[in-house]
């Protein structure tokens, strides 16, 4: 059964410094990945997607990831964090049979410190 | 840009009371989601649409029922509302499209209260 891991439910970074989030995945052949984000009292909102092709993948607001089928991840990243930034983030994996469904990690709040 | 309306921001309700919560998507998409996020548990799938009038178990269906009528509506059914039913609920939609690599979209959450 496919399976997503987000290592750490907090993640505290001063502005301007780098964000890392990340995300490892289970999976017997390699799926589709996302990475969404959520500010408060709002939904989820796309990020970015990785499907085929190239492994680095640019997002909005700055974000990026990278997929490593190596080590079945998919980490998130952004050079320097903005105060705007502070939200919770999900990692998921869609897989390629139709019949399963796509599957959510825990999330991660990013914390920005001034 | 996809808009998924979700009908109420907040709701309270009593135990035991029928509850039910509208979403509407309008980009004629075939797949619809309701969801629960609860702290600390992510996003768990309640029930999920692949068209009209189907409707598929999540991972946690137990007191909940839906209702796809119309494409662009899916409802989500509390047949008798619990506390442990309190939470924020989530809707998503999205297209049906080869090799399913297309992104959910949401709307904005309804947070439901059970007194």
């Known amino acids: 059964a496919q399976s997503v891991t987000q290592l750490g439910s907090h993640v505290s970074v001063s502005e301007g410094a780098l964000v890392l989030l990340r995300c490892n995945y289970s999976s017997s052949v390699p799926p589709y990945l996302f990475w969404y984000v959520q500010y408060p009292n709002q939904g989820l909102q796309l990020l970015l997607k990785?499907?085929?092709?190239?492994?680095l993948v640019k997002g909005i607001n700055g974000f990026e990831a990278e997929f490593k089928k190596s080590e079945t991840s998919f980490h998130l990243t952004k050079p320097s964090a903005h105060m705007s930034d502070a939200a919770e983030y999900f990692c998921a994996v869609s897989p390629m049979n139709r019949d399963d469904k796509i599957i959510f990690g825990k999330g991660t709040r990013l914390h920005i410190l001034p | 840009d996809v808009k998924v309306t979700q009908s109420s921001r907040y709701l309270v309700k009593r135990t035991g009371e029928k509850v039910f919560l509208e979403c509407v998507q309008d980009m004629d998409h075939e797949n619809m989601f309701w969801y629960r996020q609860d702290p600390g548990l992510g996003l768990r799938l309640i029930y999920f649409s692949y068209d009209v009038k189907m409707k598929e178990k999540g991972d946690i269906p137990e007191g909940y029922s839906v209702s796809r009528e119309k494409k662009e509506r899916f409802s989500l059914i509390l047949e008798s509302a619990s506390t442990s039913q309190t939470s924020m609920y989530l809707c998503?939609?999205?297209?049906?499209?080869?090799?399913?690599?297309?992104?959910?979209?949401f709307g904005d959450g309804t947070r439901l209260s059970i007194l």
């Open positions: 990785y499907t085929t092709g190239a492994t």
């Open positions: 998503a939609s999205r297209p049906e499209m080869q090799g399913d690599n297309q992104p959910q979209h």
